[in-house]
């Protein structure tokens, strides 16, 4: 199963000016990245403070990836890496040696 690591950024030209709109948005986003723990989309979430992105951990397949994204368009961007672990790469390395 492939593990992705999300980069995540509020698009603040299409977020809501309205403070009663943005909260009621911010809301929505929380439940629905709970519903991804809860369904096992999601493995790890974060936010980086004092700025208006984070990141989120992944695994599955790239199309479950790009679905789970589109949950929160137009309102943010992502950037989506495929992420190898340590036994992976070793394996790699293994496999290229004579």
Request: aromatic content about 10%; overall charge negative; some cysteine.
């Amino acid at each position: 199963m492939a593990k992705y690591l999300i980069l995540w950024e509020i698009d603040n030209n299409r977020w809501p000016a309205d403070p009663k709109e943005s909260m009621a948005l911010i809301m929505k986003q929380i439940e629905m990245t709970k519903q991804g723990f809860a369904q096992g989309q999601l493995t790890d979430w974060g936010i980086f403070p004092g700025s208006n992105g984070g990141f989120a951990v992944s695994e599955g397949d790239a199309a479950a990836v790009m679905m789970g994204c589109q949950q929160y368009a137009p309102y943010c961007t992502f950037n989506v890496q495929t992420v190898l672990s340590l036994d992976e790469v070793e394996q790699a390395a293994k496999a290229r040696m004579p």
